[in-house]
């Protein structure tokens, strides 16, 4: 039990802190509250059952294609929806609920109201048996590598330095020779990326539904309250607290598996009665 609980908080962590990190770049660097995020994960998931079950495609590449037509899609709704109106945060909240409640209609109407699977891209059957287990986890852990991949392209790149001064000033990275729209357009692409990555990895675990983009919605915003506003480092180890907290529940409590998101965010609003600015945030931060 103690490594399966290990495991789960491993895969569960991993997910919600690659969504988390996404929607905290594109926040901190363009102060965009991106609700659609989630659905560019759902978008992903379709793509894998579509390619895998339709055309025939094989799993494992399809994940690595699935990646390009969301981060497009993603990049496109930046450019006609978001970015005309970026200015206006309430605005922009609004058009991005929206969004995805338009991407939620689409899949229904594409897809209907019909629960998918997806056969197991790291397997060379669709089948998944008691004694594969083992071999599974190890094969998810190793997924896991995605936040520690984007935390690496933050700190040793030049454009994890121009997406982290960005975030920092945006006034001080224009007058330094940064273009900050192109930057933000960028990190857009980023943020989408991730998400469609964590979509492609985790639609053989789960139910491919045109409404699987509302429970990450809310985990991933309990993680980015719990961490900091626009805090990458505490969107990293807030996803893994919360994540340990729902593998625990479900393990050791009965019928645990009802009051996982429960537990979760009554987690998250314990540490906000302490510290309202969550663990990593900035308190009496200047509006920029």
């Known amino acids: 039990m103690i490594l399966d609980i290990l495991m789960s908080s491993l895969i569960n962590g991993s997910v919600y802190a690659l969504l988390a990190m996404g929607f905290s770049l594109i926040f901190g660097v363009a102060r965009i509250v991106n609700v659609a995020h989630t659905a560019f994960y759902m978008l992903a998931a379709?793509?894998?059952y579509y390619g895998t079950h339709k055309l025939g495609v094989n799993p494992a590449l399809c994940m690595l294609v699935a990646i390009v037509p969301v981060t497009l899609i993603g990049?496109?709704?930046?450019?006609?929806?978001i970015d005309p109106i970026r200015e206006h945060?309430?605005?922009?909240?609004i058009a991005t609920i929206a969004l995805a409640m338009a991407m939620q209609e689409v899949?229904?109407?594409i897809f209907r109201g019909t629960f998918w699977a997806c056969r197991l891209w790291w397997k060379d059957t669709g089948t998944f048996r008691g004694e594969d287990c083992l071999s599974t986890n190890v094969d998810l852990c190793r997924s896991s590598v995605g936040p520690v991949r984007v935390w690496a392209l933050l700190l040793k790149t030049k454009l994890g330095l121009a997406i982290r001064s960005t975030a920092q000033d945006r006034e001080v990275a224009n007058l330094m020779g940064m273009n900050e729209s192109r930057v933000a357009m960028i990190t857009m692409g980023v943020s989408v990326g991730l998400a469609a990555f964590t979509g492609a990895v985790i639609a053989p675990l789960t139910i491919v539904n045109p409404f699987m983009w509302m429970h990450p919605l809310i985990m991933m915003m309990a993680v980015v309250v719990l961490g900091g506003l626009g805090s990458i480092k505490g969107s990293f180890i807030g996803a893994y607290i919360l994540g340990f907290a729902e593998s625990?529940?479900?393990?050791?409590?009965p019928m645990g598996a009802y009051l996982k998101g429960s537990?979760?965010?009554s987690i998250m609003i314990l540490v906000l009665l302490m510290r309202p600015e969550g663990l990593f945030g900035i308190a009496f931060e200047e509006e920029r």
């Open 89 to 93: 945060e309430a605005a922009v909240l």
């Open 248 to 253: 625990v529940v479900v393990f050791l409590i």
């Open 263 to 265: 537990v979760a965010l």
């Open 107 to 109: 899949m229904l109407l």
């Open 46 to 48: 379709y793509c894998i």
């Open 75 to 81: 990049l496109l709704s930046y450019r006609l929806f």
